[in-house]
């Protein structure tokens, strides 16, 4: 009897030590995120604050961003961020002591939140402010859903995106949120990083490292224009099946003109390859997905493949970040969806004569101006739209003052196949321009 007694008062110890040590780690844990909550992790534009900080209350979503100075190479202007800091595996922190109930009306929170707004992202360095602040323009024109930006830009370029967005009519701001960021690479490999491809281009590599409590995140590039609501690219990521994780549009259409086909001296995925200018992510299933690769029969982060990728490949790469992406999901290519061109429409689909077939069915949904042609007289055809939607006024009427101009310019550019096919670009954007307009007439309308 005296050793059932002995057992009984040494569990009852024990449990007490228990409990007591767990309620420790809830005060600590609790404290800790009260401390968190009072952070910015980058520059937020007006409004946003709250929905930053409603994201990173909503469990499910990976962890929030650091603030550590170690582990980026940024400039000393903006907050810090450590992208490899996270809790160890086997500790789930304050959740796991939640009472269920609330796990699942904090899940519905998210579903909801992430239903109504889209997430996305842009990298700009150089003299890329007015070709950003007008994709950004697109983007608010014809969108019937919040939108939420980030900005991720050399510091000297912080101001003027905050001036000129917060200049935008009220009845403009009131669509989009915006979060400005600085420039930022792992410290040990900084340089390297900065110099590959362009200035900045390859910091869309390491989104889903600094923007750890985004969920899913659509990444373009600053030459983008969109012709119809980002929503409806957005809604794509319903069409992911349990493998896939990002989406992107082939290089190329045709193989004879493909560059991957004929020049590349690396993997790419597909026949053609892929180009990264429109490249939507489940940035959550990226973050836990192990990726198959060349380098080791051990499968990787996304954190832990991108360096060893750069040495092994970096004097065989041309386009950067792009030919990085290109050879992980050659070896990984069921996590890959591909979307039709009209989402990703440059100059290859009509330098040498139409050939993206959806376009021509559907239109162009969203243009992609590389290689400089809205700058220069190459494409007039693309430089065109760049204009007027650039030059078009908040307030006025879109049909008058942005439709019929942009219609008359193609008209002018007919001696160029793309200019030929122009047609395809106004298509869809009809359509745009007469919906944001019957669903909501005041936004048309300066205060």
């Not at 009072?38 to 650091?66: I, N, Q, V």
């Not at 690219?233 to 190329?252: G, Q, T, V, Y």
């Not at 050879?327 to 100059?347: A, D, G, K, T």
Request: hydrophobic share 35%; aromatic share 12%.
């Amino acid at each position: 009897m005296r050793c059932y007694l002995h057992a009984f008062l040494l569990c009852a110890a024990f449990t007490l030590c228990s409990v007591l040590y767990a309620f420790s780690k809830l005060a600590s844990t609790l404290e800790d995120g009260e401390e968190w909550a009072a952070r910015e992790p980058g520059t937020r534009g007006r409004g946003s604050h709250d929905a930053g900080h409603l994201l990173r209350k909503h469990p499910g979503l990976a962890a929030g961003l650091g603030d550590r100075e170690d582990g980026f190479d940024r400039s000393p202007s903006a907050s810090y961020w450590d992208p490899h800091r996270r809790l160890p595996a086997d500790v789930c922190g304050v959740n796991c002591l939640l009472e269920p109930t609330l796990r699942e009306r904090s899940s519905s929170a998210v579903k909801k939140y992430s239903d109504e707004r889209s997430h996305l992202a842009v990298v700009a360095c150089g003299p890329r402010l007015e070709e950003t602040l007008t994709m950004l323009k697109s983007a608010v024109l014809f969108s019937k859903k919040p939108l939420h930006f980030y900005i991720f830009a050399e510091d000297d370029l912080h101001g003027s995106f905050r001036s000129a967005l917060d200049s935008w009519p009220r009845t403009v701001q009131t669509r989009f949120e915006f979060t400005i960021f600085p420039i930022t690479f792992p410290k040990e490999n900084a340089k390297e990083w900065k110099k590959l491809f362009k200035p900045c281009a390859s910091q869309r590599l390491f989104l889903p490292l600094i923007l750890k409590e985004v969920d899913s995140l659509l990444y373009v590039d600053t030459d983008i224009l969109f012709l119809r609501p980002v929503e409806d690219i957005w809604a794509l990521l319903s069409r992911f099946n349990s493998s896939h994780l990002a989406a992107m549009a082939p290089e190329h259409e045709e193989p004879r003109i493909g560059w991957y086909n004929r020049f590349a001296r690396h993997p790419y995925h597909g026949k053609t390859g892929i180009n990264s200018g429109v490249m939507l992510m489940n940035m959550t299933r990226l973050r836990e997905k192990l990726f198959q690769n060349d380098m080791t029969t051990v499968a990787l982060q996304w954190e832990e493949i991108l360096m060893p990728l750069l040495q092994k490949y970096k004097l065989n790469i041309t386009w950067g970040d792009q030919d990085l992406l290109n050879i992980i999901f050659h070896h990984n290519p069921e996590s890959l969806y591909v979307f039709p061109c009209q989402w990703n429409y440059r100059p290859d689909h009509c330098i040498y004569g139409s050939n993206c077939q959806h376009a021509e069915q559907e239109g162009v949904f969203i243009l992609h101006g590389n290689r400089g042609v809205y700058h220069d007289d190459k494409q007039p055809a693309f430089r065109a739209v760049y204009e007027a939607i650039q030059k078009y006024p908040f307030g006025e009427s879109m049909e008058t003052s942005l439709l019929r101009p942009l219609e008359a310019s193609l008209q002018t550019t007919t001696h160029t196949y793309c200019g030929r096919a122009s047609h395809l670009f106004t298509k869809r954007l009809k359509q745009s321009v007469m919906s944001a307009q019957q669903s909501d007439p005041h936004f048309n309308t300066t205060p």
